[in-house]
């Protein structure tokens, strides 16, 4: 069982043809991330923003992934640009599937972005990057912590590199079912980011826990597709997937490092009978 498996199944696919959309610009060989559940594809549509793409979900009403073509010209504009923007729900999106403010106010946890604003070039793509069909619930300790490096490794990438494609989600483990707000938004176990570089012709993921004391490692797309159920780069050979490429180090706060635990306690952390066996899959590979 994938950790999205628990969420509830929706009467319908939502079709939304003025808003649906394919942007295979912003995807590695123009395809899609792939949601192998099929439970999990119901209730979901795919929208196009001006520099990154979401699959919004009925059950989360908010993104199960959030998809960008991140380049060095973009990063070039994008540190050019005031950081501003507030929070917005995505009208685009009917009521049943639409996140609102007040799901957030005072829940505890800060909304936490998956394609994040700092990587978007421009005023408009900037205020889109905060459309709560980005967001999903984040601890505070690991949105200003640890999360803020992974965003900084990767963009440091996009720099070196000059174009890498990049998928962000949660994941959610079925035997913890928290959820905020009276939309009932559930809090995801993890987030993560999985990367393709096309130059290099490589891939790998961060892969972050969810919690007061938050820890990221590095695995391979695989092991990520096993976790959460989602294959970011379908197109993409699976040979590509197994392995890992040579990755920025995740650029830590001091505050973060701190509180950062040993690897053994990340099962003690995440614990659920049903996740043991992929997690213990996980921290084989990350330890080694």
């Known amino acids: 069982m994938n950790f999205l498996s628990y969420l509830p199944i ?45 699959l919004a979900s009925e059950s989360t009403k908010g993104p199960l992934w959030s998809a960008e073509d991140l380049t060095e010209e973009n990063l070039e504009i994008a540190d050019r640009t005031r950081r501003q923007g507030s929070f917005y729900p995505d009208e ?20 936490g972005h998956m394609t994040p604003s700092g990587d978007e070039p421009g ?26 490096g992974v965003e900084s490794a990767v963009r440091g990438w996009a720099r070196q590199e000059g174009e890498i494609f990049v998928v962000t989600g949660p994941g959610y483990d079925p035997d913890q079912t928290r959820t905020i707000g009276a939309g009932r938004i559930p809090v995801p176990a993890v987030t993560w980011k999985a990367i393709y570089d096309p130059a290099a012709n490589g891939m ?10 938050p820890t990221c ?16 780069f379908p197109a993409l050979p699976a040979s590509l997937k197994d392995h890992v490429s040579a990755m920025p180090p995740i650029r830590e706060t001091p505050e973060a490092l701190s509180r950062q ?21 996980l921290l084989k590979a990350l330890v080694q």
């Open 204 to 213: 790998g993921a961060y892969v972050c826990l969810n919690t007061r004391r």
């Open 217 to 232: 490692r590095i695995t391979s797309v695989a092991l990520l597709t096993e976790l959460v159920g989602i294959d970011p």
């Open 261 to 281: 635990p040993r690897s053994r306690e990340l099962l003690q952390e995440w614990g659920s009978k049903a996740a043991q066996k992929a997690l213990k899959a």
């Open 123 to 148: 005023v408009q793509a900037q205020q889109q990057s905060f459309l709560l069909s980005n967001i999903v619930p984040q601890t505070a300790e690991l949105n200003r912590g640890p999360w803020e």
């Open 92 to 111: 685009r999106l009917p009521v049943s599937m639409r996140a609102a403010l007040e799901d957030y106010r005072s829940s505890g946890f800060d909304r």
């Open 10 to 54: 929706c009467a319908l696919l939502v079709v939304l043809p003025a808003q649906a959309a394919s942007c295979p610009d912003m995807f590695a060989d123009g395809v899609a991330p792939q949601v192998l559940n099929e439970t999990l594809r119901i209730g979901t549509v795919q929208l196009c923003n001006a520099d990154y793409a979401v």
